[in-house]
């Protein structure tokens, strides 16, 4: 089954919503497109790789990337709604991708308030502020 790619819209609209935490394991995810950006500004400092190759990228940012992921699998009849769409780490996502429940997959955490507190944004706000100086 060939599916479309969930729009950049849709995904920051998951991502602002889970306030860029991984909704499996808790940890806080980064917009890629602001590590590009920063590489661009700063060469050879290992923060973004096209390619996310675990030898030319710094690992908590490779791992952390923010991903959206269908909880219940789309080629497993999981529907393409906000409610079956949550934040996952890139390292979550992997591990995770078309498993079910009864395959291990963990039901999404809470939102904890903490993250929420925290306001953690993923370096979408660098990205925001790089986007019109760094081409």
Not at 76 to 83: M, V
Not at 96 to 110: L, V
Not at 123 to 128: L, N, P
Request: charged share 25%; aromatic share 12%; hydrophobic share 35%.
């Amino acid at each position: 089954m060939i599916t479309e790619p969930l729009s950049d819209t849709v995904r920051l609209k998951i991502w602002k919503r889970d306030f860029w935490t991984c909704r499996y394991c808790g940890g806080h995810v980064i917009f890629a497109p602001a590590l590009k950006l920063l590489e661009k500004l700063s060469p050879d400092h290992s923060y973004f790789h096209p390619n996310g190759k675990t030898d030319k990228m710094i690992s908590e940012f490779q791992w952390a990337w923010a991903s959206v992921d269908h909880v219940e699998p789309k080629s497993l009849g999981g529907a393409d709604s906000s409610n079956n769409y949550v934040t996952a780490c890139w390292k979550c996502n992997l591990n995770f991708k078309n498993k079910t429940k009864e395959q291990g997959k963990p039901d999404p955490n809470p939102i904890s308030e903490k993250s929420k507190e925290l306001n953690w944004d993923g370096f979408y706000g660098v990205w925001e502020k790089l986007k019109e100086i760094v081409r």
